[in-house]
């Protein structure tokens, strides 16, 4: 069983940056795919950004240019660098891997930007 722990949200004015970061816990051999994912109040939930296993990234459009996925596989560590926040990117954001396998889910870190 793996655990995902999302930590960094909080509350930022617009135009500030946050970093999220998303921690793995247990047995892990083999990791795929991480992505991050958010969901507004009301809204679905919503592919932000995904990194593959050899390092190729993917955004979403209402994020390119201002966001950042990377990972750290030694550490068992995915990160979201956030700048030039907007209202718009208010949201509880999640991890998500594929591990051995098996598809985790974090259980949400909140985000609020006020404008």
């Known amino acids: 069983q793996v655990l995902l722990v999302e930590s960094g949200g909080g509350l930022v004015q617009a135009g500030g940056s946050l970093r999220l970061s998303c921690l793995a816990s247990?047995?892990?051999?083999?990791?795929?795919?991480m992505g991050w994912y958010r969901q507004a109040p009301g809204k679905e939930r919503e592919l932000v950004a995904v990194i593959t296993s050899g390092g190729s990234t993917n955004y979403a459009d209402s994020v390119k240019g201002r966001f950042t996925i990377s990972r750290d596989n030694a550490k068992n560590t995915m990160y979201l660098q956030m700048n030039s926040l907007k209202p718009e990117d208010t949201a509880v954001y999640y991890c998500n891997w594929e591990v051995d396998g098996m598809e985790y889910w974090g259980e949400g870190t909140l985000v609020t930007v006020s404008s």
């Open positions: 247990g047995t892990i051999f083999s990791i795929n795919d």
